[in-house]
């Protein structure tokens, strides 16, 4: 969901200690995201950013998670420039 103040939301489920890091859609309006880090200590979540960050080109700094810090369903909000995330629609 793009907000006008160029905010995004993305509900998606993150499946920890998986082979690679990825980002699929299984079906139509769900989002999961892979990562290898195990889902201890905060470093599937620390890694889970990292990886946004690179794929979507955003600084870190830019991607919070709002709701599910220690659950696999979570909610991220994501800072970005207008126009930057478009493809997300």
């Known amino acids: 969901m793009l907000n006008s103040n160029s905010m995004v939301t993305l509900h998606i489920q ?30 599937a979540n620390k890694e889970l950013i990292q990886f946004l960050s690179q794929q ?8 919070t998670i709002l709701k599910g810090a220690n659950a696999p369903f979570k909610t991220i909000e994501i800072d970005a ?3 930057t995330l478009q493809h997300l629609r």
């Open 81 to 83: 420039e207008p126009g």
């Open 14 to 43: 993150v499946k920890a200690g998986s082979k690679q890091n990825e980002i699929t859609t299984p079906e139509p309006g769900k989002i999961v995201v892979k990562v290898k880090a195990p889902a201890t200590e905060g470093k």
């Open 56 to 63: 979507l080109k955003v600084p870190k700094s830019k991607i």
